[in-house]
Every structure is written in C-alpha cells, then in structure tokens.
C-alpha cells in the first residue's frame, strides 16, 4: 500500500457471540412467525421489554431536578453503592454494620465481574477462578481476558434434571486454597437449578473449610422465589469474619439493561481491610472507565430510597416473576397437551428467565430451521419469552422435533 505495510488487514474476524448472534440471526429471519426465546432479556404477555413504571417517575423527578454532569467519583454514587449492599445482603447484615465492605458501582453486571477480574489479577494473581460447568459463556471470556485461568467444576445432573451437589463438593475438595469459585447468587443461568437454602450451606461449609474465596454473580435477585428469598446463597456465605465477593446487576430485575448498572462489593475480615481493598478497587477502575456512567444509578438510588417507588417496584419485579414462573407452568401443560412424550415438570422446579430444555442441539438447529423457533444451541430457552399468544405453537414444534429424533 502507499502507507507501507498493513497492520490490519491481515486481522481475521472473531467468531460471533453465541448467544447476540443468534438475536441477529433472528432479526435478519424474514418468517414472520418467528420466535426469540434466546436473548436473556426479560419480555411480557405482549412480547415486549417494558420500561418499569417505576423508572419512569424516577425518571420523571430527576430531569425536573438537574443538578449537575461533573464525574461521579470512581467508586460511583455513595448512595447508590449503600441502597444496592443493603438490597443484596439485608439491611443490618453484619458486613455493613462492621464496615468491612469495600464497593464500587460498575457498568452493569459485566462490568463489576470484570473490575473483580482485574482486581484478582492485580492482588490475587495466583488464584484459579473456578466456575459451573455449564455456565453463562461470557464467564470465562471475562476472567480470560484479564489475565485469569479458569477451570469448571460439576454442577448438572443432566439425567435428573437438578444440582450435581456431590460432584460439586468434592470438586471444591480438590480446589487449592488460594482459588476462587464463582457461583450464579439465583437462577443459574443457563440451568434454572439453584440449591436450596441447606445446599448452599453445605457448599458454603465447604468453601471456608477448603480456603477458598466464593464469588457470587447475582444477576437476578427477585426473579426465582422473590427479593429476599433470592438472596438466601448471599447469606449463607455472608458470615462474621468470612472474605466474599459479590457483582449484581439491575439489567434484569429494574429493567435497566442499556443503562449499565451493577456493583461489585469485595467483602474483608476487617474494616482496615476494606479500607485497602478499596483503593485497589479504585485503582483497576480508574485505569480502565475511570468512573461509571451515573444515570442509572441515580434512576435506582432514588427508586430504592423512596418507600412508594421501592414498593412499587419491588409490585413490578413481583409482576416480572410471576410471570415467568406462570409461564413454566403453561409450557409444561401445553407440552402434555400436545402428547409430547417425557416428563418436563422439572421445568417448574427451575428458577429465573431461562429453562435447561434437555432438548439436543440437533433438535435446537431444527426448531430454527423448521420452525423460526430461536433457542440457545445448548437447549436453554428463554422462558420470559413466551407468551399465551405463542405458547401452543412453541409446545407444538417441540413435540415436531422430539418426534422426529
Ligand atoms: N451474569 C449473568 C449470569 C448474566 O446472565 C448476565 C446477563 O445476561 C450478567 C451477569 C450481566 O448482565 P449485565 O452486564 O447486563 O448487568
């Protein structure tokens, strides 16, 4: 070329996002009885992502009041940082009270994995992150990308459709003290299996006893069982003393998605602690955004500090869960009622947007190709997806493909 040598254009192109491609996939499919049950984007009866009420008046009351657009500091909003730990980990909860929690607010969920990321690569750089086999396959890339080796550990029981519970403790047994396991706070994505409350205490044993740092990705508190009952993993990891770390996000359950709002909270033995541990939070930050974007924190911290929004809120998550989990029901009973063969009543012991469908990648690839019915090549559907108005169709073309294998 007239500049020398190309630098670019020998750069091959990366394989596409499963999970995003498949969206382009479905918006380019000119069938117009297509379905999307893949994206993990929360829809209602019409198909629609809403706008919560909620934000809307939030929404509503800071544009009526400006104040300013000057940076928030790098660990984002006070407020915001304090109303989200309280949310997570309960008003009171003994971390809080002792100041050993050192925060920050991040772009998104994604974002507070990652800023945990750099922050183990920086001050842990020895440790392993351990994470569910399956998992939501953006995990690994993050840790990755930092810099992390990763290794999974057992978590389906594939044939019983539930939680591989011994093969995950014993895979903690083998885990050097030192590493990090990640674990989904509720609604595994993309299993929809969650331990039960005497589960996560024996995993939570085992955790501690082995050395291990436990990381919980809560990425959908108030979409299983309600906000509070969603936050039962937290706590029983949540003990005096004990070291943890949490990344939550409100894409999901404010409704928040392109806003990027989460927070990454690192929890120590001691306040001096946290206090270090800040500063290194800080630091990783400030080399990579700087400072997070403020609207939608604003958005939640007024939300969560005013009694009549947060309870009309937390009506709105209400309305979002019970949706999903009638739903299940519906599509358990649609399925029996196209004389589907099998037992698929695990789909409502299953919690949060998605549902392991057990159905094979084959049977996936014929639902798209026949059908224009989008679900991941892994079988997980989007069960917030559905709707009464394509229900019947979805329980239909499933009993097409399981028939034909
Ligand atoms: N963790 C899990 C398991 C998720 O499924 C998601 C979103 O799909 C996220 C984290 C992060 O979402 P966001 O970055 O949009 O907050």
Same mark, same amino acid.
């Given at each position: 070329?007239?500049?020398?040598?190309?630098?670019?254009?020998?750069?091959?192109?990366?394989?596409?996002?499963?999970?995003?491609?498949?969206?382009?996939?479905?918006?380019?499919?000119?069938?117009?009885?297509?379905?999307?049950?893949?994206?993990?984007?929360?829809?209602?009866?019409?198909?629609?992502?809403?706008?919560?009420?909620?934000?809307?008046?939030?929404?509503?009351?800071?544009?009526?009041?400006?104040?300013?657009?000057?940076?928030?500091?790098?660990?984002?909003?006070?407020?915001?940082?304090?109303?989200?730990?309280?949310?997570?980990?309960? @008003?009171?909860?003994?971390?809080?009270?002792?100041?050993?929690?050192?925060?920050?607010?991040?772009?998104?969920?994604?974002?507070?994995?990652?800023?945990?990321?750099?922050?183990? @690569?920086?001050?842990?750089?020895?440790?392993?992150?351990?994470?569910?086999?399956?998992?939501?396959?953006?995990?690994?890339?993050?840790?990755?990308?930092?810099?992390?080796?990763?290794?999974?550990?057992?978590?389906?029981?594939?044939?019983?459709?539930?939680?591989?519970?011994?093969?995950?403790?014993?895979?903690?047994?083998?885990?050097?003290?030192?590493?990090?396991?990640?674990?989904?706070?509720?609604?595994?994505?993309?299993?929809?299996?969650?331990?039960?409350?005497?589960?996560?205490?024996?995993?939570?044993?085992?955790?501690?006893?082995?050395?291990?740092?436990?990381?919980?990705?809560?990425?959908?508190?108030?979409?299983?069982?309600?906000?509070?009952?969603?936050?039962?993993?937290?706590?029983?990891?949540?003990?005096?003393?004990?070291?943890?770390?949490?990344?939550?996000?409100?894409?999901?359950?404010?409704?928040?998605?392109?806003?990027?709002?989460?927070?990454?909270?690192?929890?120590?033995?001691?306040?001096?602690?946290?206090?270090?541990?800040?500063?290194?939070?800080?630091?990783?930050?400030?080399?990579?955004?700087?400072?997070?974007?403020?609207?939608?924190?604003?958005?939640?911290?007024?939300?969560?500090?005013?009694?009549?929004?947060?309870?009309?809120?937390?009506?709105?998550?209400?309305?979002?869960?019970?949706?999903?989990?009638?739903?299940?029901?519906?599509?358990?009973?649609?399925?029996?009622?196209?004389?589907?063969?099998?037992?698929?009543?695990?789909?409502?012991?299953?919690?949060?947007?998605?549902?392991?469908?057990?159905?094979?990648?084959?049977?996936?690839?014929?639902?798209?190709?026949?059908?224009?019915?989008?679900?991941?090549?892994?079988?997980?559907?989007?069960?917030?997806?559905?709707?009464? @108005?394509?229900?019947?169709?979805?329980?239909?073309?499933?009993?097409?493909?399981?028939?034909?294998?």
């Amino acid at each position: 070329t007239p500049f020398g040598i190309s630098m670019l254009e020998r750069i091959e192109a990366a394989p596409k996002d499963a999970i995003l491609g498949l969206g382009e996939a479905f918006k380019a499919d000119p069938r117009s009885e297509k379905i999307n049950l893949s994206v993990g984007v929360y829809q209602d009866e019409h198909g629609k992502t809403p706008l919560l009420e909620c934000v809307k008046e939030a929404e509503r009351r800071l544009a009526a009041n400006p104040t300013t657009k000057s940076y928030l500091p790098i660990s984002g909003l006070p407020e915001y940082c304090k109303a989200t730990a309280e949310l997570a980990f309960g @008003a009171g909860n003994e971390p809080l009270v002792s100041k050993r929690v050192a925060w920050a607010q991040t772009p998104g969920g994604t974002g507070a994995l990652r800023v945990s990321a750099d922050f183990i @690569a920086a001050n842990l750089p020895n440790s392993t992150v351990w994470m569910s086999e399956p998992t939501w396959p953006n995990h690994p890339q993050i840790f990755n990308a930092a810099g992390i080796a990763t290794k999974t550990y057992p978590y389906f029981d594939a044939p019983n459709n539930s939680l591989n519970l011994a093969g995950m403790l014993a895979a903690i047994e083998k885990m050097a003290a030192g590493d990090v396991i990640l674990l989904h706070g509720c609604c595994h994505n993309p299993t929809g299996i969650d331990p039960t409350a005497a589960e996560w205490k024996q995993i939570a044993d085992a955790v501690f006893a082995r050395g291990v740092m436990p990381l919980l990705d809560f990425a959908y508190q108030g979409f299983g069982d309600g906000l509070e009952e969603d936050a039962v993993g937290l706590k029983a990891f949540s003990r005096p003393g004990a070291e943890l770390m949490v990344c939550s996000s409100y894409s999901k359950n404010f409704g928040l998605y392109r806003e990027r709002v989460g927070a990454l909270f690192v929890v120590t033995s001691t306040a001096a602690a946290a206090a270090s541990v800040q500063t290194q939070i800080d630091k990783v930050i400030r080399s990579n955004y700087s400072n997070p974007p403020a609207h939608g924190g604003e958005v939640v911290a007024t939300i969560l500090r005013d009694p009549e929004l947060r309870k009309q809120w937390e009506g709105e998550v209400t309305t979002m869960r019970n949706r999903i989990n009638d739903m299940r029901h519906a599509l358990v009973e649609a399925l029996a009622a196209q004389g589907v063969p099998g037992d698929y009543s695990f789909m409502t012991r299953q919690r949060g947007m998605f549902s392991f469908s057990g159905l094979t990648k084959e049977q996936v690839e014929a639902l798209r190709s026949e059908y224009a019915i989008y679900i991941v090549g892994s079988g997980r559907i989007n069960v917030a997806g559905l709707t009464p @108005a394509n229900i019947e169709r979805v329980a239909q073309c499933i009993g097409e493909v399981v028939g034909q294998t």
